[in-house]
């Protein structure tokens, strides 16, 4: 039984160690296995999906009948969108005017950039006068930046003036256009600002979950910058009248080395920092959210959060909660430890759904790594649809009081189906989250058929200079033409395909995992990708570990079984690490080893060229087929004699796999053909084309 098929036994129920081991171990589940249990388990009845139709038709047709609800924003990125060479270009551009320190190597960037676009094509298309506008300027920056081209002339000499004074000025007008988005995206630069300009939506009904814009702590400096900000805020949260406001937190920005590889230390400083601010959230009643991050971090996170969750001083709080992406594959094991945690606590775990905004982050980082599989789903509709399954069970443990879900969601369809699945679900408890600058028509419209709804705003503070990283998943998630925000934006996409039941679009494929996204190991069209070392995932540590710690103590026992047959002295091998612990003996080569093996290699060198490419290209493959499977060993050697860390060591044996490979593609590629020359005592012998000969590598 998958995970997708124990989490729909509802309400059976299965012991929070018991899921967490299938979380654990379900790493990377096959992502067709796990969709067509989603199809077989969480179809949803007829009359829902038919009253979510409906609904969601209704808000969108309320949402476009607003003349006001694009913001320039939304309109400038459906005009500029990821699918085109100008949407890229300013995507780029904006994200890299924000790294570059100097102003002449921001020029050079820019002339380099907009020289090439073809903005003709966007001139008049917008509705939007900013949008024209800024056509009218890109068009404009595009032609001049390609003036050094025109043949010299009045217009031309006046052109490279403009030029000169057109990279400075657009330049300034990006860095301008950085602090519009700012604004559109951050409530405030600091609480009180934030606090301040939220008045007028909480007026309206709205709360807001506030977190401190900043990433990822490159040292303990900057960990205890962030955590005095999230204290603060808790302080500013806490001492406003309305104490419905709560306070979002990333684990990354509170320690620098949060990851799998120093979980020991990470348990025990993180988790003394974390339960602090749970314990000052708790003694000012102000709810605290721990941010999903990566897929690599979510088992770490996983057990601060319940190292806190369950202390003595926290039990029966039922304001601490978490995040739940619905685009990792194990999202079902995850939601299922939480509600059987809350169960047996005898609390309530408040659970912000989302989809996740790292998805092109997880696909990269499996590809360069070599894993498995990949984390997350590979197809959009099959995480809509792990997202309706998750909010259905969510729902149905609202009942009990052991989950209170919130619903993080700027899609129509999915506000329309949690709306129709909690009117069928009695006594269910929820509410909504939105991201500040996003959805605000959406949940007008919701909030005007029904009063009663909560909307929480997720709202980030703090200055410009700390906004890039967000900002750039923003405008990802924006632009992207699959976006629902951009299509929504779009009066060109019809209704109908704004409501169409993911369940629906998945009915119909023939495969469930996305073909243009081959596997890791299917990278490459030429040759097989070398094989990874997952070890942020419990399971596949443990299995490789084994094995490792096996071999290196067969190497310090002196178990080597080498014969190298040189006549060199023997010197001592140490560690580097304990360079004052010789494990082992090695001989060098003599002057003569040295002779011979440049004889042997000189009257074997005609032999092997005589061999056909394919089966010498076949050799090389086989060699890598053997680094692979003696990688422990391997590694073993690595960390041992060279001191090397165990990500440095898999990384030096798969250089090597992916070396052999690579020059048997290469071979196979451009070897041929057959050519006929005279052989070492005047024979004709047809033979490839070769390298030069037998060399030495020192």
Known sequence: ?????????????????????????????????????????????????????????????RVRADSGFAHAVDKLLQEYSLSSEEGIILMCLAEALMRIPDPDTADSLIRDKFSRADWDRHLGQSGSMLVNAATWGLLLTGKVTRLDQVEASAGGLFGRLVNRASEPVIRLAMQQAMKIMGSQFVLGQTMPDAIARGRAYKARGYSYSFDMLGEAAMTDEDAERYYEAY??????????????????????????????????????????????????????????????????RTELMLSLFTHCY?????????????????????????????????????????VRLVKGAYWDAEIKHAQVHGYHDYPVFTRKENTDAAYLACAERLLKSSVDGHIFPQFASHNAHAVAAVIEMAAA?????????????????????????QPHLRVRIYAPVGAH?????????????????????????????????????????????????????????????????????????????????????????????????????????????????????????????????????????????????????????????????????????LIALCVLEAGKT?????????????????????????????????????????????????????
């Open 310 to 350: 369950t202390h003595p001083e926290i039990r029966g709080w039922g304001k601490f909660g978490l995040v739940l992406q619905c685009y990792q594959k194990r999202c079902f094991a995850l939601a299922g430890y939480l509600e059987s945690l809350a169960r047996e606590t005898g609390d309530t775990i408040p």
């Open 465 to 633: 200079k700390d906004l890039l990283p967000y900002l750039v998943r923003r405008l990802l998630e924006n632009g992207a033409n699959s976006s629902f925000v951009h299509r929504l934006v779009d009066a060109r996409t019809p209704v109908a395909a704004l409501v169409q039941s993911p369940f629906d679009a998945i009915a119909g494929r023939q495969d469930y995992r996305n073909a243009a996204i081959p596997l890791p190991a299917d990278l490459f069209c030429e040759r097989k990708n070398s094989i990874g070392l997952n070890l942020d995932y419990t399971v596949s540590q443990e299995h490789f570990m084994l094995s490792f710690k096996e071999h290196c103590s067969r190497i310090l026992a002196g178990d080597h079984g080498i014969s190298t047959g040189l006549s060199g002295e023997l010197r001592p091998v140490v560690q580097p690490a304990h360079p004052e612990m010789p494990f082992a003996e090695v001989r060098w080569a003599s002057d003569q080893d040295v002779s011979s093996a440049l004889a042997e290699a000189s009257a074997a060198w005609w032999e092997w060229h005589r061999w056909p490419v394919e089966s010498r290209a076949t050799c090389l493959e086989r060699l890598a087929e053997l680094l692979e499977a003696s990688r422990p060993e």
């Open 1 to 61: 039984m998958n995970i997708v098929e124990r989490f729909s036994r509802y309400p059976q129920q299965d012991s929070s160690a018991e899921w967490y081991r299938l979380f654990r171990d379900a790493a990377e589940p096959d992502e067709t296995e796990v969709v067509r249990a989603l199809q077989a388990c969480f179809r949803p009845a007829e009359d829902i999906t038919r009253r979510t139709s409906v609904r969601a038709t209704e808000l969108i047709t």
């Open 231 to 296: 204290v603060n805020a808790i302080h500013q949260v806490g001492s406003a009248t309305d104490t419905e406001d709560s306070v979002s937190i990333k684990l990354t920005a509170l320690h620098p080395r949060f990851e799998a590889s120093h979980a020991p230390l990470v348990m025990n400083e993180l988790g003394s920092r974390l339960l602090e601010l749970v314990r000052l959230a708790k003694s000012s009643d102000v709810a605290l959210t721990i941010d999903a991050e990566e897929a690599a």
């Open 425 to 449: 679900t009695e006594g269910a408890q929820y509410e909504f989250q939105r991201l500040h600058g996003m959805g605000d028509s959406l949940y007008d419209a919701a909030l005007d058929l």
């Open 646 to 698: 165990l990500p440095d060591a898999v990384d030096e044996i798969r250089e090597a796999v992916d070396f052999c490979r690579y020059y048997a593609a290469q071979a196979r590629q451009n070897f041929g053909p057959p050519l006929t020359l005279p052989g070492p005592t005047g024979e004709v012998n047809d033979y490839y084309l070769e390298g030069r000969g037998v060399f030495v590598c020192i």
